[in-house]
């Protein structure tokens, strides 16, 4: 079955860049979307299609999908972002996986 | 705007069945995928499977295939999560998604809490 790893955990302090990363055999040729779960909430999507941002999503928030690796930038990180991140690939053969999850804590 | 509004939480005993839904406002039901997630206490989210209701087509993870149905009733514009034996580690939160074309999960319930215990 197909695999994402996701480091666990990213830190950064407010206003800086916040880079979270997705990695998988072939990620590149999947359609990657992330989410953005706050604790006891459900998840939001941030990001669909590798790199496309969802309705009401800031514009702090890109990301980009190449070769076995999928990357979820937050610029100019602030508080509010403090969260868990999945990411999940697709692609027509399969129903969808997530990674692990990479918790974002904004010191 | 689009919703989806799911039961509420449930407290069973081991071995017994369960039936948890997801009613769709907002769009036209037949014509998007949903899909229903697992998230265990302190842990990720697993896809389990998906079901189109406009035929009624369904795909599992086969991590699930065989443990759950999911189901579709178009005239109500609900679909349902069912168990026909539960185990203490069916504990879990359990979400329904709106799944676009190319697999991402627009629109999310707010989840249904399920605790399995004798």
């Known amino acids: 079955s197909y695999e994402l790893t996701a480091s666990p955990s990213v830190s950064v302090s407010p206003g800086q860049t916040a880079t979270i990363t997705c990695s998988g055999d072939?990620?590149?040729?999947?359609?990657v979307a992330w989410y953005q779960q706050k604790p006891g909430q459900s998840p939001v999507l941030v990001i669909y299609e590798d790199d496309k941002r969802f309705s009401g999503i800031p514009e702090r928030f890109s990301a980009a999908n190449s070769g076995n690796t999928a990357t979820l930038t937050i610029s100019g990180t602030q508080s509010v972002d403090e969260a868990d991140y999945y990411c999940?690939?697709?692609?027509?053969?399969?129903?969808?996986?997530f990674g692990g999850g990479t918790r974002l804590t904004v010191l | 705007e689009v919703q989806l509004v799911q039961s509420g939480a449930e407290v069973k005993k081991p071995g017994e069945s369960l039936n948890i839904s997801c009613k769709a406002s907002g769009y036209t039901f037949s014509d998007y995928w949903i899909a229903w997630v697992r998230q265990m206490p302190g842990k990720g989210l697993e896809r389990m499977g998906i079901i189109y209701p406009g035929d009624l087509g369904t795909r599992y993870n086969p991590s699930f295939q065989g443990q759950v149905t999911i189901s579709a009733d178009t005239s109500t514009s609900v679909a349902y999560l069912q168990w026909t034996s539960l185990a203490t580690s069916d504990t879990a939160t359990y979400f329904c998604?709106?799944?676009?074309?190319?697999?991402?999960?627009?629109?999310w319930g707010q989840g249904t809490p399920v605790s399995v215990s004798s």
């Open positions: 072939k990620l590149g040729g999947k359609y």
């Open positions: 998604a709106r799944h676009q074309g190319t697999g991402a999960l627009d629109f």
């Open positions: 999940q690939a697709w692609d027509s053969s399969m129903i969808g996986v």
